[in-house]
Each structure stands twice: as structure tokens, then as C-alpha cells.
């Protein structure tokens, strides 16, 4: 079938030729003895009319019986039309209708609110506007590829169902056989430290699962987090990757997504701030900013998202927020030697309110410093030997980070809400569609 039909985005290629396009109405129109179709495909959007002299009786009638979603054949001479969506008009000399879709159709063209369009989200998802997100979030998971290929790093697959815990966030579990109770990963991280021991440079791209019970803007319970890790790298090392990265990814979408960044309305002007060098800032000097903003924050809390858009607004541009304490952070981060309060860490936070979207650091390559973490920490030791015996056989410099997909793409999009970014958003309250 594919063979005998053409996709709306390569109809440039076939001007004065006559093709068949499959594809779903999206608006109608008729005056008198012409009529107007509109659809889509999910590569464009084509203008396609009907003279009724020219087109059989059975195409015109078909035309009557139309509604909006219906899938129809539209087959007909490509012009070239500046006035058209996309630049083509066709000529059509016959329509057929392949799925008639009930007038029922739930979107509408109106305000919907937010509920109903997560409720119809596979109807939602084809709007023009889902559609681009889609679309940009194709070509960074393509670009994060492509980054780490071109440094030669080795992209391996980390499990999702775990017995040792990374991160402090919810967990999500399930009984697993006589092992006792499996957790949903929060993280690929630890397993990452293991290949990069193997392996040297690694990355891993993955669901990730947090039971977070915070209903905001930049959390889901099920996200994507590309997770490298580097045999050899101190902290250094790896903000001047995250960097790199951070800009490639920006750059990449700026130079092949225009359209879609136009159908999104998104000021690009804002993306120009990433090829400034992005600013490093120590913990306690964030906080004293912070609080000369007003922020209530203390020496030794975490770094909330008013405060994090408070730090950001200073510089805007990304920003690193180094060594924080350590009770404030994960277990497996490094001490910091010249302040052992803190760990050889990274948040990047984003600009434009976005907050965090990459959180890093040195690994602890300390056996009897990590243990105790782990001790402190509350955390069922048993669970981490093979994690331990990396700093027993052969210890290693190394640290890694991971960023966080959706955060990445409403950044870059300028989409106030993570849920928008990702096809069928998990988050507290919602598991389907
Ligand atoms: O800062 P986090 O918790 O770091 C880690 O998981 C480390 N193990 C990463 C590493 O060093 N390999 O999460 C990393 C990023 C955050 O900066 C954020 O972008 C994203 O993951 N993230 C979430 N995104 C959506 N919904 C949530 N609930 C998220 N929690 C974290
Ligand atoms: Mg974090």
C-alpha cells in the first residue's frame, strides 16, 4: 500500500504528477460547486479541492458525507501554491473514504481543558501542536545518540527491575518470586558504574520510575533519563561534558526542528543564552543569592524550584549549582576534600524557570566512606555488594550524570508542563490512557 501512496511532506517531489495520498480530514469546506478538504498525515498538511464538474459523482457525494477524523484517499494532480498549507494544493480527481469517523469526535476546534485532553489523549496526541513536540522529541533522542557516538561512548541497557535503591524519591515495587520485593529502577546509575569499570565510557537511555507523590509542573512517575558514566572523569570532567552535551542537544534542535519550533511559538532568541559558557556556582554562594532574593532558604537544605528560578534569573543562562551538602544528596556522591560538609556534585539548572534538568557527580571510590554512607543512609547494605566490591577490586576515579528527557524538551520547546512532552504521561492520578 505504502508503494501506492504519497506522504504530504513529499509532495514537493511530485508536482504536476497525479498521486494518492492517505490521510485524516482535519477541516471542510464548500462553496457552491468547489469544496475544500484538509488533512493530515502526520508529515503535513495538504489542501485538497474538488471541482464538482471534474471529480465523479461518487467522489462529490463522498465529499457530503465527511467529518472531521474521517480517513479518506484523496488522489489528484500536486500543484505548487504559495497560499496553501505547506505550499501544495491538489487537484482532486477522486476521494474515497476509507473510515468514516461519527460527528462525535471528541476535540473540537475550542478551549479544552486540561483533563478532557489527557482523557483523549490518543485523539489529542494528532493535533499539530503534539505533533511538533513529538517531532523535537525524536530528533534529541536521535541527537543524544549521535553525541555519544561520535565520542565513542558504549550505550548499555540497564535493568528496570532491581533490589538496590539509587535515589531518595518514591519507590514503585512488586513481588518478585522468592527474592522478596522488586523495585521499579529510579535509576540506571549504579548499574552504569559497574560498565564504565568494564567498559570505560558508557551511557544509558531508559525508562526510569519515581512514586512521587508532588503534583508539579516538572514530575512524572515515569520518565527518560540518559544516564553516562565515565571511568576517569572527575567533576570537572564531567561539567565540561554536560556542557557539550547540553549545548550539542539545544543546537541540534535549533538547526533541523525550525518548523516545529514555529507551529510551538516558541521565541528561540531565549535557546541563543547556551553558547555563553554555562556559570558554575558554589552551593553556599547560591544560597546567600538566594536569599538576598528573599528566599528563606538555610545552609544545608536542598535547593527548591523558587529558589533555583531565583539563581537562574541571575545569569540567564544555565547554570551549575557545585558541591552541596551531603546530607542533602544521594549516598554514592564524593566528598568533597577541600569541605567534607559537601559532595563533588552538579545540578544544572535551566533557564527560564525550568530548574533542574541534569543532576550529576563524582562517585565516592572510597570502600569504607560509601559503606558508611550507606549505613547512614538507612539503606539494606545486603542489597549492595556487588556495588561495595567496585571499590574493592581495582577502585576508580569516575563520576556520570543523568539528564532528564521531558525536563530537556519543555525547556526547549518553552512547554509549561512535562506532561505534554512525553506521548502518555504517567504521573500521580493518571495510568491511562
Ligand atoms: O537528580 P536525579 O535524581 O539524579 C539521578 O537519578 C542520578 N542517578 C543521575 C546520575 O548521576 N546518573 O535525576 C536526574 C534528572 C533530574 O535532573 C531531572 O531532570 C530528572 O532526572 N527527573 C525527573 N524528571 C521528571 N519527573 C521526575 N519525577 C524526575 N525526577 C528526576
Ligand atoms: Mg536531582
Known amino acids: 500500500m505504502n508503494q501506492s501512496s504519497t506522504r504530504i511532506a513529499d509532495l514537493k517531489h511530485h508536482v504536476g504528477a497525479v498521486v494518492t495520498v492517505r490521510a485524516w480530514v482535519t477541516h471542510l469546506r464548500s462553496k457552491g460547486k468547489v469544496a475544500f478538504v484538509v488533512a493530515r498525515d502526520g508529515t503535513g498538511i495538504l489542501q485538497a479541492v474538488l471541482v464538482k464538474s471534474e471529480v465523479p459523482e461518487a467522489s462529490w457525494n463522498a465529499f457530503a458525507e465527511l467529518t472531521q477524523e474521517a480517513s479518506v484517499a484523496l488522489t489528484g494532480e500536486v500543484r505548487a501554491d504559495a497560499r496553501a498549507p505547506g505550499g501544495f494544493e491538489m487537484g482532486v480527481q477522486t476521494l474515497e473514504v476509507i473510515g468514516a469517523s461519527p460527528n462525535d469526535y471528541p476535540i473540537q476546534p475550542k478551549e479544552h481543558g486540561i483533563d478532557f485532553l489527557l482523557d483523549n ?16 522529541r525524536h530528533e534529541l533522542e536521535q541527537a543524544v545518540h549521535d553525541f555519544f ?15 538496590a535503591i539509587g535515589e ?3 519507590l514503585f ?9 522488586a523495585y521499579l529502577a529510579q535509576t540506571g546509575q549504579l548499574y552504569g ?49 554536560q556542557e557539550a552535551f547540553v549545548r550539542y542537544l539545544v543546537e541540534r534542535v535549533l538547526e533541523r526542528r525550525q518548523e516545529e519550533l514555529k507551529v510551538l511559538e516558541r521565541d ?11 556559570v558554575r556556582l558554589d552551593y553556599g554562594d547560591a544560597v546567600k543569592l538566594a536569599q538576598g532574593k528573599g528566599s528563606d532558604i538555610v545552609w544545608g537544605d536542598d535547593l527548591g524550584a523558587p529558589d533555583e528560578a531565583l539563581i537562574v534569573d541571575e ?27 559537601t559532595v563533588r556534585c552538579a545540578d544544572l539548572l535551566a533557564p527560564e524557570g525550568r530548574g533542574e534538568i541534569i543532576g550529576g557527580s563524582q562517585r565516592e571510590d572510597d570502600y569504607d566512606k560509601i559503606l558508611a554512607r550507606l549505613t547512614h543512609e538507612g539503606l539494606p547494605v545486603e542489597a549492595y555488594g556487588w556495588y561495595l566490591d ?44
Request: some cysteine.
Open 121 to 136: 489523549r490518543t485523539f489529542w496526541l494528532r493535533s499539530q501542536r503534539q505533533v511538533a513536540i513529538m517531532r523535537v
Open 149 to 163: 557516538y561520535a565520542r565513542d561512548f558504549i550505550r548499555c541497557d540497564t535493568p528496570i527491575l532491581t533490589a
Open 168 to 170: 531518595r524519591a518514591g
Open 173 to 181: 515495587s512488586t513481588d518478585y518470586f522468592d527474592e522478596g520485593t
Open 193 to 241: 558504574e559497574a560498565l564504565a569499570a568494564a567498559m570505560g565510557r558508557i551511557y544509558t537511555f531508559g525508562p526510569t520510575f519515581r512514586a512521587e507523590k508532588s503534583k508539579t509542573r516538572r514530575h512524572l512517575t515515569e520518565f527518560w533519563m540518559i544516564e553516562p558514566e565515565m571511568a576517569w572523569y572527575d567533576q570537572d570532567d564531567n561539567m565540561d561534558l
Open 268 to 278: 528561540t532568541s531565549k535557546l541563543d543564552c547556551v553558547s555563553q559558557p554555562f
Open 315 to 341: 545569569y540567564q543562562r544555565p547554570v551549575f549549582v557545585v558541591n552541596y551538602p551531603k546530607e542533602a544528596k544521594a549516598f554514592y556522591m564524593k566528598e568533597n576534600p577541600l569541605d567534607p560538609r
Open 390 to 433: 567496585l571499590r574493592k577490586y581495582g577502585t576508580f576515579t569516575h563520576s556520570g550524570f543523568g539528564l532528564g528527557l521531558e525536563r530537556t524538551i519543555a525547556w526547549i520547546c518553552g512547554i509549561e508542563h512535562i506532561r505534554e512532552v512525553i506521548a502518555f504521561p504517567r504521573m500521580m492520578g493518571r495510568l491511562s490512557p
